[in-house]
């Protein structure tokens, strides 16, 4: 699967609009650009993402989170979680984010996103500068201790097939744009390097 399966959507021709993602962008007050948050589950990535949003719309910008557990329940509803599986539910939100930063809009996202290879095509799908990548790097015995769902337990038991960081692997970012020791750092810290970072890259 991945980027590479074939288009079906024959007989289709993309419409240039008139109202570019620049003049959207002039009409926001600041650039758009998407914030990807990845790391294993239990690091932190939705809690920090909706805290970084919840900042940034404080300071008057255009945001949306997609957040992995929603959009499983809504766009890739029909996706389990094999390796293709996995690979095509980031497909799909590779594709929604492209759409809403045309919109002039900052998407954050809280992924695992366990494969390097699937951020990476992200990353190259768009402009240089557009896909920020930020690590929640937080060590498997924190996250496990921070899993009210049971799910690490349940995976350690062989109830959960391909789970990341049990029976599936994770590929840690190796040139992310910011890593976060999410299992040191307070939230509160986290969100300040984020915004930080951001603050430069989305002004006009």
Partial sequence: MGNDIPNKSTNTV????????RRREKLNGHKSGIVWFTGLSGSGKSTLAHAVEEKLHQLDYRTYVFDGDNVRN???????????????????IGEMVKLF?????VALTAFISPFRSDRDKIRKQVAEGDFIEVYCECPLEICESRD?????????KGEIRDFTGISSPYEEPESPELVL?????SLEE??????SYLKPLLSR
């Fill in 190 to 195: 986290c969100v300040e390097e984020v915004i």
């Fill in 101 to 105: 930063i045309d919109a002039g809009v």
């Fill in 148 to 156: 009210v769902k049971g799910l690490y337990q349940r995976a350690r």
């Fill in 14 to 21: 993309r419409h240039r609009a008139t109202v570019t993602r």
């Fill in 181 to 185: 020791k999410t299992g040191e750092q």
């Fill in 74 to 92: 809504g766009l890739c509803g029909d996706l389990g979680f094999s390796q293709e599986d996995r690979e095509e539910n980031i497909r799909r």
